[in-house]
C-alpha cells in the first residue's frame, strides 16, 4: 500500500477507534469501505451523478469525525482516492503513460481546487475524469473488428499526432479504405472522429489545470489556436475561453451517429 494511502486509514482508523475494555473496535470504517466499493461499481456503470453522491456521503464522514482539519483530511483522501483510480485503471488495461497522466492531472486538481469553497467541486471532478477515462475503454460493438480496434487505438493514443495515414499504417490497409469502412459502420468520418475526441480530452484540461489555451491546442496537435477554437466551438457550442470561465457548462460527450445500430 502507498504511503499516503497508508498515512490515510491510519488516521481514519483513529478518527473511528473507540477502546471497549481491553477490545479495540474501528468504528465505521467498515461502512466507509463499502460506500468506496460502491462508489467505484458506480463509476465503472457510467453512473456519474450516483457515483457523485455516493464520495459526498464519504466526505460527510470525513468531515463528522475530523472537524478541525477536515479539509486536511478530506485532501488525504482525495489524494489516496487517486492512487486506487490509477491501479483501477491499470487492471482495465489503460496504457501505463495514460494511467500516469491521469495520475498527474488528479493531483493538479487536488491541489488547485482544495480550498474551503471548492472541495466538492474537486470530487466531481475526480469522478467526472475517471468515468471519462473508463468510458474510453469501453469495448465498441460496431459490425467491423477493424474499425472497433480503430476506436480504441485512437482513444489510447489520442494526445500523439494522428493522421488516417498514420492509423491506415498502424492496420496494415489502405487509407480509402480505412475512411469507407470507418464511415460506413460509424457515420462519421475519421477525421471528424478525431476531432471530436481530441475536444472531449482538451475539456478535462481547461476546467483543471492553468495551462494556457495555446499549450492545450498545441497539446493535441491543432495546427493554430485559431483553428482549435473553431472546433471546439463546433462540438460544444462555446469557445474554449468561455468553457473554461463557466464551469457549471455541460461537458461535451460525442455519440456515434450510428451507434445505436452496433451489434
Known sequence: MK????????NFSKIYTREIGTTTRV???DSFLELEEQLFQKMFSFEVTEAKEILRSMIDLIIARTRKNMIQNVKYYY???????????NESQVPTDKVSAFNIACVETIETKMSDAQFLLCADELVE?????????KKPSF???????????????IET???????????????????RIFREHTGVTLVEYLNVRKVEE???????????????????????????TRIFKKYTGITPKQYRDNQEYPSFKYNFPNEQQSV
Open 202 to 228: 482538451c475539456q478535462y484540461f481547461l476546467r483543471t489545470t492553468n495551462k494556457a489555451i495555446s499549450d492545450i491546442s498545441s497539446s493535441f496537435h491543432f495546427c493554430n489556436q485559431s483553428y482549435f
Open 143 to 157: 459490425g467491423h473488428q477493424t474499425v472497433n480496434k480503430v476506436i480504441l487505438y485512437i482513444n489510447d493514443e
Open 161 to 179: 499526432n494522428l493522421t488516417v495515414e498514420d492509423i491506415a499504417k498502424r492496420f496494415a490497409i489502405s487509407t480509402s479504405h480505412l475512411s
Open 27 to 29: 468504528e465505521g470504517l
Open 79 to 89: 489524494i489516496q482516492l487517486a492512487a486506487i483510480m490509477g491501479r483501477k485503471l
Open 3 to 10: 504511503t499516503v494511502e497508508k498515512q490515510f486509514l491510519d
Open 129 to 137: 475524469f475517471f468515468v471519462m477515462v473508463i468510458t474510453e475503454r
